[in-house]
């Protein structure tokens, strides 16, 4: 089968032929009609040090994908050859305490596809049946693909509610505007995004967040003390995984607000505790992933709703083996989400 | 001043001449500008045993309204002369363990204007500083009048999270509807309203819910399950006060949903428990009121935002004077919210 | 193997011979070590409507039991011969929107063992793997037969805070006892026990319970307005079943307290809503079975914790040949848990 | 009257005579019988950077304290001369959107007694009648006085659900050894103590925490992965203000728990918010005051209940002359509670 994988140490990947894998008692072997480019994919392509502390070589990657089912394992039940697939990319071992509290998410020895177990950029996948989700037949291959990143806003968003309060996100890039949405259309009073890239900004202007202030053209932190008569946010989210804007964007909280860490910062941050949260007393939620299978049946709802359409959030479709152009375009942060078809 | 009072135990009202009141220390005199009917108000006019055993006659009645403020108790700070307000209707003692811990509208010693202490029908009114909330000026005193019913709708729904959420409502009176309306823009998969009024279904359906079912004409339980495909619904919300659908109303609830109750029964309750809320583990929330001034903030946020326009649940305005006509209609349990405009 | 058995439609049961019985690939075959008597049991002894309209006979009946693995189904991990294992009674079918929602104990299709498949008043039992939790070494056989019922009492409390909160809990039963026990141990100012019978009562006391009530002896509504002067109970939990009593157990609860629902009415209750529960606005749980495995989580760490000691709360073992001597002192409501040893 | 007052920008306090106070229509006047020293009131001493940025001299501050009122303010009601009470030192302005949302804790425009009006260590002090919580009769006025302390403890771990779980709580000063307490009693599985000082630790053993640790002398990340099975801590409590151990207190967590910080930072705190929060899905919780007056009421129900005996954690009692002394034990961090009794 035609696969992109990483091979060497450095900066790239390789667009090549491996035999289609083989698969496990427990798991489902799919045919890949989808797979999205993740920040995790760009980290893997560029070899940061992110990448190269958690990946062996030669190694497949991707693993935001949709996909149909074509075998199936022994032991696996409830699933069989022609059900349309979305991946949940966290593999949980089932007998933490985490997995057995409901929290399969944050397993203690959880494992991630395309991180851990080879990936999706490829004709065919190995799925384990314990992160399959049944598609709903109006649910597109390609919409399937991004319900893992969409997840993520789902989820983010559920740890607060929006309705009637003032939400800002930090971060317009593909998660972000998916949490923008889920804030609107969970009855925010208004929603704010905050971004660099003037067509991240234009995007999430596109999709409905009502205002989108640009960090370098604006002081965010009075811009949105002036938009809220001084009351500050109800709601913040921060999706920029930038270390440097954590004390500015729990300034705009309002005292007693919430605040949801979902971007990933690279190493560690200088956050004034004392005046951002004790002394405002916040509640901050880490985020990550997508609670199983909550969040799935949330997001599915929405979908179904059609109370918001993620349709145009994908800006791009490419060719598994134009990887170069996607993913070098990827890397720009300029764009919505990029998807591979297959 | 112009007034409507109740003057004798028996159907009916009286349009009359009275003194302007006096205020005391903490108090607000008010200028009336609208005030809506509430079905207390139409107890008091067909003179049930619900007003009788409240009511003490002669009696100036009605408490869902808007005024502007027109002279300030001694001891009251933070309102002056000409301020817009709206009335809250539940006066606090403010010092028992409720009030002392957030439950002001569940006192343990409240009192209740138009029910306990002079009402609104009139020109000018008694409002304790208390329960005085400040009109933004973007709001009109008509829907300023309507914020205390929409507050119930608002407060009904914040005890769940609706978003991606199947919710079901009971009774698409003015409440009812304003609860449909809440859910939808927080994010509802879809809203469904119940009643046995053809005119109440269809302003259901102009203001946005999405299934409207005739109680008269199609089973709801059955029905339900056919457009859930089984799963039940994750919200009920009872508004209709008629005992003898609560056994209906929550087998509509999916296992581990959320049953809110807001409808005044006449008398006790028939329900099965067992299969009803234990064997389904369901969440029953009593609602009453609205929090303060939580609710208020939130409401506010929500018609400031635009994401809903309640204008149009107003259905019908009259003068003072034509009071049979508005309490009449008002008991047909056919309309929308009816306004007196002083 | 010996085994207890209903065989015919009549009070009544069966002292009998039985072959072992085979298991599926999922499931344990276990020896029995300690089998405690439920209330079901009572009524499949008893043949109740309750027993009648859920039973096939013959059955083999019994369920709150712990026991050693001797075989392993094929396709089972993590379990092998010589565990020690305690069993959850309800089997969750794994695949239902409740099952994948971290609410597997009111799956959708759930099946009781000992009610719908074969239970464990015998020599070995078959015990689903999914429905296993091991033992912790420290707990013996018995609390661990016991760790059944004693996770309702931990179930029913997690729906509230019990810190320095006002507990009152009706029914003195074994269940009702280890409520009261987990109240205490979570902080309760002070907790109250009722039930009519003197022994239960003294059980209660000794297990330290600060006030019991004869409900056949005092007034409970207006003995706990006087304890709590006239504040009212934060937290009512009912465990009678005894559908007289839900208006006056909801009577001696604060506005804005929260009531707990675990035991079982035959038939519906008449409920006075509007003053116990909408004006209270009282938050009501339904409560049955146990969180998987997030109550089992909890009771282990209590039982560990040695906060509490549960042993006394069995206060009879009986020989299983002895059943008609258990199982008609069980029925007389006097006692603490009747607990067979195998 | 006899004051301790802060005359001079540098180290040291004067113990001098000052008119009693004369105080506003909205006040008390107190007769102070008993006053605790606070890490506030060691700071004014020092006359930190902390101090020198609020406080302006000449300035009589303590803020811990209870007292008997002696004069009535001509628009309170609900006090009278004679009322034993204890001091709320967050005086919120009754107005803004947090204190009108029942989070009048975090004021926006929030004073503190004895930071930025004149506190209690004189014979007499003013309170603000929305400040003053009236003592039960059967708690003295020494215990009175450290219920604002105690009441930060309760309102910490009311953040969480204690009952069953793990706890570790940073820092072993009156605070922290309240918390410990509370945790305890709230019936935590065990409880970890942590600090430097020998003589808090032992304090802290004596009141019931189950295991205490010195972070000079043991590895507390492994020690506590030892005592937990690997599980790590539910709950992780810091009281310490010491930035340099937040990522070694949130190590201890087990991911998908619960971080109270309480504790005052001087300055950023360095976290490593993606492994320790983010990835962990930890739930952060900021912590300032107590609750008005909701932790108020729990913490006199503690007290009431005699589960837990707090006299203890006073260790040294002081006239206000002998302040130095007083103060200077203080800061040696190696104490419980200081009160000076007038």
Redesign the interface.
């Known amino acids: 089968m035609k696969a992109l994988i990483k091979e060497k140490p450095t900066r790239g990947a390789k667009f090549t032929d491996l035999p289609v894998p083989r698969i496990g008692d427990h798991d489902l072997l799919v045919k890949v009609h989808a797979a999205a480019i993740c920040g995790t994919d760009i980290h893997i392509y560029q070899w940061s040090e992110f990448a190269s502390t958690r990946v062996k070589l030669p190694f497949l990657f991707g693993h935001e994908f949709s996909a149909k089912v074509v075998e199936v394992g022994k032991?696996v039940t409830?699933f069989q050859k022609g059900d349309r697939v979305a991946a949940e990319t966290h593999i949980p071992c089932g007998?933490c305490?985490?997995c057995?509290?409901?929290?399969q998410?944050?397993?203690?020895d959880m494992k991630i596809i395309g991180v851990h177990t080879a990936g999706a950029f490829a004709d065919y996948a190995v799925l384990p049946a314990v992160c399959a989700w049944k598609l709903d037949p109006a649910i597109s291959y390609e919409i399937g693909a991004t319900m893992e990143p969409f997840g993520i806003g789902?989820h983010a968003?559920?740890k607060t509610?929006?309705?009637?309060?003032?939400v800002i996100v930090f971060g317009c890039g593909p998660i972000g505007i998916y949490a923008q949405m889920?804030a609107k259309?969970?009855?925010?009073?208004?929603v704010i995004g905050v971004d660099i890239s003037p067509e991240r900004l234009d995007l999430a202007r596109k999709m409905g967040t009502d205002i989108v202030l640009n960090a370098k053209e604006v002081n965010v932190v009075e811009e949105v003390s002036k938009v809220s008569k001084g009351?500050g946010m109800d709601i913040v989210v921060e999706l920029t995984g930038n270390k440097g804007i954590?004390?500015d964007a729990s300034k705009t909280l309002?005292?007693?607000g919430d605040i949801v860490?979902?971007g990933?910062?690279s190493?560690?941050?200088?956050?004034?505790?004392?005046n951002n949260?004790?002394?405002?007393?916040?509640?901050?939620?880490?985020?990550?992933g997508r609670i199983?299978?909550?969040t799935w049946?949330?997001?599915q709802?929405?979908l179904?709703?059609r109370?918001i359409d993620v349709t145009p959030v994908i800006t791009h479709y490419f060719d598994l083996k134009d990887f170069d152009k996607a993913l070098q375009l990827a890397e720009s942060a300029t764009t919505g989400k990029i998807v591979f078809k297959m």
């Open positions: 032991n409830h007998h305490y985490q057995t509290t409901g929290l998410h944050v397993c203690k789902v968003l559920s509610k929006p309705a009637g309060k003032k889920v259309m969970s009855g925010a009073e208004y009351l954590v004390n309002r005292r007693g860490l979902v990933l910062f190493g560690s941050v200088e956050w004034d505790l004392v949260v004790i002394y405002k007393e916040a509640n901050v939620y880490g985020v990550t199983m299978w909550d049946w949330t997001a709802s929405i179904l709703s109370k």
